[in-house]
Structure formats: C-alpha cells, structure tokens
C-alpha cells in the first residue's frame, strides 16, 4: 500500500499545469507595426477605427466603398501608398443585399488632407465620374493605376495635381487614342501603360502629346496596331516600347524610323496566331537606333544572314521561343551584340548556334532547351569575352566534362548546368574558366572520377550551388581549392550513416558566410564539425531528422541566421540555450516541441526571445496531446508544487510519521517480549 501511495503523491509531484493564451486576431492584418496593414477582402464599408493615424500604406482592395469622398480616409493623413482594386464581389453573398462594391464616384477633395499620398491605385473599379479635383492633395503623387476601370477617352481623367506623375497604368479598358489632354503634364512621366486597350493607329498628333516627357516607356501590349502615321516616332527618344502581340511587324518597324529607343518589345503570346517573319519584315530596323530587341515566341521564314541585316547596332537579343533549330552562318556586322537569349528553342548541338557570328558576346542563355543538347568540342571557342553563360534545363550529358567544352572562355563568370542530366568531372574541369565566380550544377548528377577536386583551380569562385547533385560527401577533398568560396549548397545530398563528423569537406572551404545542408537525411551533427567555419553567418539545417542535440556542434557560431525548421527536435537542453542566444534569428517551425516541464528552460527562454524566432506561428507543441498545435509563446506551464500536491505532501509525511510510530512502538515491543 506504502509504494503505491508514495508513486501516486510522486505523480502529483512532478506533474505541471498547462494551458494556453488565447490570441485575438485582429481585422485587418498589421505587416509594420503602426506603419503597413492589410485589409484585403473582409467586407468591410468603411475605414476600420482600429487603423492608427499613423498607417502609411494600406491595402483595402475587395471591400464594399462604391463612393470615396473627403471624409473616407479624412484621418489617415499620413498615406503613402493606398490599393483600392475592386473587381469582384463574394460569391456566397447576395449581391442585392449589399451596396455597390465597386467604385463608381471619387468626389471632390478626396484626398485633400494627404499630401504624403504617392501612389493610388483604383484598379478593377467601373469610375463613372471623378471630379476634376478629386486627386489633388498629394504634393507628390507618383503613381496611378486606373487598370480596367471602363475608360475610353483620356479627357475621363482629372489633370489637376498631376505634375509629378511618373506612372499612369491604364492597361484593359476601352482607349482607342493614345492623345492625352492638352493640358496633361508629361514632364516627369516615366511610365504610360495602354496594354490591352482598342488603339489601332497612333498618328503624329498623338505622340506629339507626349513631347516633354524624356526616356518614357510605353506600352502597347496587346493592341492590334494596324498603322502608324510616317513620322510619328521620328526624332523622337524612349526608354522602351512594348508592342507585344501585334500582327504586323512590318508596320512597327517603317512607323519607328528614325526614333531611338533603349528596349523594343515584340514579342507574340500563346493565344495569338503565329505569324512568320522575313527579312523584309526588318527593313524598317536600318533606319532607328535601338539597343535591345525581344521577338520572342515568332517564326522565322527562310532564315538566312541577310534576315540580320538590319540588326548590326542592336546590342541585346532576345529569340526566345522562336522554333529554331539554328542560326545561319556568315551573318555579318553584329559586332555590337552583346547578350544573346536563345531559350526554349531546338538545337541538337551548341555549334548549331554559329557563336562565331557574335565576338563580343558577355552573354549567353540557352535554357530549356526543347532537345537534348549535345555540348560538342569548342563550339564557343570564339567568344572570347563571353561573362556568362546558362545552359540549364537542357538535357546535357557529357562523360567527360568541362574543359573541351568551354574552350577558350577564360572571362566566364557565371556558368549555369543545373537541372541536366548526368555529367562525368574530370580533374580540374574547369580549367578553361579560371575567372568563375558562380557555378550552379543544382539537380545535376555528378560523377567526380578524379580522386582530388574537379573545382581545385576556381580560386575566384563565390557561389556553388551542388544541391541534389548525389555527390560522394565522404571526399573530403572535393571542395579543395575554393578559398574565397562564399556562398555553398548542398541541399539534397547525403551524408554516410547521415551524420556530419569531425574531420569533413567542409573544412576546405574556410570562407564561407551561407552554408546551406536542408534535406541531407540528417540525424546528428558531431561537435567539431563545424569548427573550422568562423565566418559563417547564414546556416540551413531544415528538413532534417536532427535533435536538440545537435545544436552543441553551433556554440562557437555567434550572429547566425540559423533554420532548423522541420527537424525532430522535442527537447533542448538548458545548457544549449546559451548557443542559441548568441544568434540573430532562428527558426524551429514545424519540430515535434515536448510542451512539458522536462523542456520548461527552452519554452521559457523562447517567450524571453521572441524577437530572434522566425515562424513562430508555425512554431507549435506536439506533446502532450492536450497541446498539440498550440503556438509556443502561447503556452504558459505550473511546474512548481500546486495546492493539491501539497496537501498530498501534509498526508504523506503525516502518513509516515504514523508509520514511523508504529514501527518504533513495534520494535520496542517486540524488544521487550525476548528479554
């Protein structure tokens, strides 16, 4: 009877109180504290008096506010930045039972009281009327969004108070005249957006209106431009124009003669029909001065050199998409030409793209490629000035890789082989690249076959992104050579009995500031591991299977971004808390988190701690079942002895002296009958 009572008054003894703080979500969402909140789709049909006077950007879109007036927003006179976008109503919501929930009417005065205000946007909403005072207020308003808001005539907007605009969106609505007011001040206007609108013709009269603006973008995306009146660019400077999606090329190149634009945008879109191009279709490029050309997704007729005529002082080129399966030979004059994109095409060999025709190449994309792309043997041999170069997602396998292959490419900086498929590293593979500063073979299986480094002469690199690569980690040379390596990946790859020891590949790379080893199968971490890393400053341990314990290999790291997210952490023990002090944030989301007084340190550190812990709503218990999915910060534990336990205690040491009575009494009876 004595033992059970004596486990029972333990129990009592040692068990804790738990529960948890209830949290009160507030309405609109608070992104910076006083400064930035979110009142997106709640319902609402005025301006919450929660919001503090001192909110600066706030987006209100999806709410029920058919008018705005001076009194809306009257008290939050520090606006910066206000989203009003309205395009749809609640569809479990009887529309009939609700006011208008669209903007239709911005009175006058609206913004009087906010001179901060730089940035509104009114997108979505079918304005019927905005009175000619409605935006002014705001000493500086930058920026205006009337994207599909009904509009078809630019007299519709309010000219007052528009002397600082630099972007005017008016994408999808009903404009067939690009002719702006003639009091419309362009002066400092950077941004015009027509995307999507009815404009067929754009005449001298309509670009004359936008004579004081300088290095302007415009866009005419999605527009059928059918003509464009002889001279209407002429002479005339832009920072880039954007006529994607238009039938005719031909007529947007003889309308944009003798104008000069930074950037012309040509490119077609999926649901548009495509249409080939010639080389007549690019006479009109001869006469303009233009630095870079998108033409992605077109097709070409009868390819040839003579179709890059015209092309000789255009320095970037963009053929994405533009079923090619190769460029022609002996194109002449392109000396000019500094960046090439030829994604998403079809060669079967990198000398398919006659790289000899651009010399003064710096860079290169062939990505996702539409075939397996064969790397061949010098094919860029000529680009002597080449800086970067991408060749991801294409299918390259190659045995023997990298040095015949980048032959001659002693600018490169950036290499890019990611997502490809198996590649065989040779000793030193890539000689022919001293100067790499970033190498990415992500999701590309390498096999190393030499026995010391295959990087050993990058001296220069930076960045190595190696993640799920399945490498052989117990090389512990691999990485020699790399001492100014900065920035290391190796997500993905494991390591032998899935523990990181003392003596490892890391201790090559002694520079390193970010360390990434997520998904590794990690289940511990030796206490010397990471020793000879001083510098690092950003470690990604997430996705692992590591404990609490672990964390004692981290005591000499101080100022550390450390993610041990998505591990199997229950319990950290209170000599580890000061390691985790040290160090500037930490995220311990998704961890199986013991909630019980065994972990009481930890939980209590944690709440004293707040402000390094990323994720804290992801940050939960997962024992006891009582508190499971409860956010740490918000359990609260009774770990001392309750009343109850010490009552139990009063009976125990009141049973056990009883006890204690009547054993003494018994002794000395039983004493006294065998004298």
């Known amino acids: 009877m004595a033992p059970c009572v004596s486990c029972f008054l333990l129990a009592v003894l040692i068990s804790a ?42 987006e209100f879109s999806f709410n029920f506010l058919p008018t705005i007036q001076n009194t809306t927003f009257s008290r939050l006179i520090n606006l910066i930045f206000l989203d009003l976008t309205r395009s749809k109503v609640k569809i479990n919501i009887d529309p009939q039972s609700l006011p208008r929930c669209q903007i239709n009417w911005v009175h006058e005065d609206t913004f009087q009281s906010h001179h901060q205000l730089n940035t509104i946007v009114l997108t979505g909403n079918p304005l019927i009327f905005m009175a000619e005072t409605s935006l002014t207020g705001p000493k500086f308003l930058k920026h205006l969004f009337l994207t599909q808001t009904g509009i078809s005539n630019l007299e519709f907007i309010p000219v007052h108070n528009l002397e600082n605009l630099e972007s005017l969106h008016l994408g999808s609505n009903h404009i067939s005249s690009i002719n702006l007011p003639e009091n419309f001040p362009t002066q400092n206007l950077k941004v015009l957006d027509f995307q999507n609108n009815a404009i067929h013709y754009i005449s001298r009269k309509d670009t004359n209106s936008l004579e004081q603006a300088t290095n302007l973008s415009l866009n005419f995306n999605g527009n059928d431009i059918k003509g464009i009146e002889p001279g209407a660019f002429s002479s005339k400077i832009f920072q880039s124009l954007k006529f994607g999606g238009s039938l005719n090329l031909f007529i947007i190149f003889k309308g944009l003669q003798n104008s000069t634009l930074q950037s012309l945008w ?93 010399p003064s190449l710096r860079d290169l994309y062939i990505k996702g490629n539409m075939r397996k792309l064969d790397l061949g043997t010098r094919c860029l041999e000529k680009l002597e000035n080449l800086q970067k170069l991408d060749l991801s997602h294409s299918d390259i396998e190659a045995s023997d890789c990298c040095n015949l292959q980048l032959k001659n490419l002693r600018h490169l900086q950036y290499l890019n082989l990611s997502y490809n498929e198996p590649l065989g590293l040779e000793d030193q593979a890539f000689k022919e690249c001293p100067q790499l500063e ?12 030499a026995p010391h480094s295959p990087f050993q002469n990058l001296h220069l690199l930076r960045v190595l992104n190696l993640s799920h690569c399945l490498l052989d980690t117990s090389n512990q040379h691999l990485l020699a050579g ?18 990181i020891s003392k003596t490892n590949l890391l201790q090559m790379v002694g520079s390193l500031e970010i360390l990434i080893l997520s998904s590794c199968n990690l289940l ?8 000879g890393l001083r510098n690092v400053n950003h470690l990604d341990l ?19 971004y450390l993610n041990m997210a998505s591990n199997n952490i229950r319990i950290i023990p209170p000599h580890l808390l ?19 007084c065994s972990n009481i340190h ?20 997962a024992n006891p079942p009582s508190l499971r999915g409860v956010k740490l910060s918000d359990v609260k534990l009774h770990c001392g002895i309750t009343g109850v336990g010490i009552f139990f205690i009063v009976v125990f040491v009141f049973l056990l002296i009883l006890l204690l009575i009547f054993s003494v009494k018994f002794i000395l009876r039983w004493k006294y009958q065998h004298i």
């Open 482 to 499: 790399l001492q100014d390596l900065r920035h290391l990946n190796l997500q993905g790859n494991s390591f032998q009995d899935g523990s």
């Open 17 to 58: 109180g738990c529960k948890a703080i209830p949290s009160s979500d507030p309405k609109c969402t608070e992104k910076e504290g006083n400064r930035t909140y979110n009142c997106e789709n709640l319902g609402l049909r005025e301006i919450p008096d929660t919001l503090p006077n001192t909110t600066e950007v706030l």
């Open 542 to 560: 997430s996705h692992n299977s590591l404990t609490g314990d672990s964390m004692d290999a981290l005591s000499h790291l101080k100022g550390l």
């Open 266 to 358: 040509l490119g077609t879109f999926e649901d548009t029909d495509d249409q080939y191009l010639t080389s007549a279709t690019f006479e009109g490029l001869c006469d303009m001065s233009v630095e870079s050309i998108n033409l992605q997704k077109h097709r070409f007729s009868d390819l040839s050199s003579s179709t890059f005529r015209c092309f000789t002082r255009v320095q970037e080129l963009d053929l994405t998409a533009a079923h090619l399966n190769g460029l022609p030979s002996g194109i002449e004059g392109m000396n000019s030409l500094k960046k090439l994109v030829l994604n998403a095409n079809s060669f079967d060999q990198l000398c398919q793209i006659n790289a000899a025709s651009f």
């Open 524 to 531: 511990s971490i030796d206490q010397q591991a990471f020793h």
């Open 602 to 621: 930890f939980i209590t550190w944690y709440k004293e701690n707040l402000h390094k812990l990323e994720d804290s709503e992801e940050t939960t218990c």
């Open 438 to 449: 970033l190498l990415d073979v992500a999701f590309t299986h390498l096999h190393v076959k």
């Open 578 to 596: 000061p390691a985790l002090s040290q160090q500037s944030i930490i995220n311990l989301s998704h961890n199986p988190l013991d909630c019980t």
